[in-house]
T-cell receptor, first 114, second 114 residues
Framework: SAVISQKPSRDICQRGTSLTIQCQVDSQVTMMFWYRQQPGQSLTLIATANQGSEATYESGFVIDKFPISRPNLTFSTLTVSNMSPEDSSIYLC???????????FGSGTRLTVV | SQQGEEDPQALSIQEGENATMNCSYKTSINNLQWYRQNSGRGLVHLILIRSNEREKHSGRLRVTLDTSKKSSSLLITASRAADTASYFCATDGNRGSTLGRLYFGRGTQLTVWP
């Protein structure tokens, strides 16, 4: 199974600032997925990131707010821009695990905006 | 919504007892997956069952799928305190949904008391 290193694990940020979350995968993957999990809620897909092309955003999420980079097949970043307290959530990256089936998730970034 | 829904939302049992969690979904699927999340951290893939399968086992886990009722159940036998976590079902959606997109339910919070 793929192993994902996600950083930072948590952060407390001031409103109006931005935070960049990084995910490094130990193998090359075509697609990486970014999810948000609001307190006590389920996971919601933010966008799908393919190497060499712009990310595809789900309804309700826009590039200006959540810019994504995918410079190569093992790395991606998600930036949460101009943060407000409503952005306080856990953010997770994910890749498909072709060997075992299912998906492998990063350990998550717990973001608190004050 | 294609989102799955688990029930119960919370389940509290004693060590050694069995825990059963249910999931219902709304659209046709290719597969259904169960994940575990400890204390708001990353998700761990537990088991995947395909739409043409009715039952699957993995260690102390038993998953059933009834596509006619659009429902699945996860049974954890001989539970342990270490099984305490949130459990989510996720479906891959039907044709036309974003490739690789998973639809998560809100989860069942399982507490196993020693």
């Amino acid at each position: 199974s793929a192993v994902i290193s996600q950083k930072p694990s948590r952060d407390i940020c001031q409103r109006g600032t931005s935070l960049t979350i990084q995910c490094q995968v130990d193998s090359q993957v075509t697609m990486m997925f970014w999810y948000r999990q609001q307190p006590g809620q389920s996971l919601t897909l933010i966008a799908t990131a393919n190497q060499g092309s712009e990310a595809t955003y789900e309804s309700g999420f826009v590039i200006d707010k959540f810019p994504i980079s995918r410079p190569n097949l093992t790395f991606s970043t998600l930036t949460v821009s101009n943060m407000s307290p409503e952005d306080s959530s856990i953010y997770l990256c994910s890749v498909e695990d072709l060997g075992a089936g299912g998906y492998t998730f990063g350990s998550g970034t717990r973001l608190t905006v004050v | 919504s294609q989102q799955g829904e688990e029930d119960p939302q919370a389940l509290s049992i004693q060590e050694g007892e069995n825990a059963t969690m249910n999931c219902s979904y709304k659209t046709s699927i290719n597969n259904l997956q169960w994940y575990r999340q400890n204390s708001g951290r990353g998700l761990v893939h537990l088991i995947l069952i395909r739409s043409n399968e009715r039952e699957k086992h993995s260690g102390r886990l038993r998953v059933t799928l009834d596509t006619s009722k659009k429902s699945s159940s996860l049974l954890i036998t001989a539970s342990r305190a270490a099984d305490t976590a949130s459990y989510f079902c996720a479906t891959d959606g039907n044709r036309g949904s974003t490739l690789g997109r998973l639809y998560f339910g809100r989860g069942t919070q399982l507490t196993v008391w020693p």
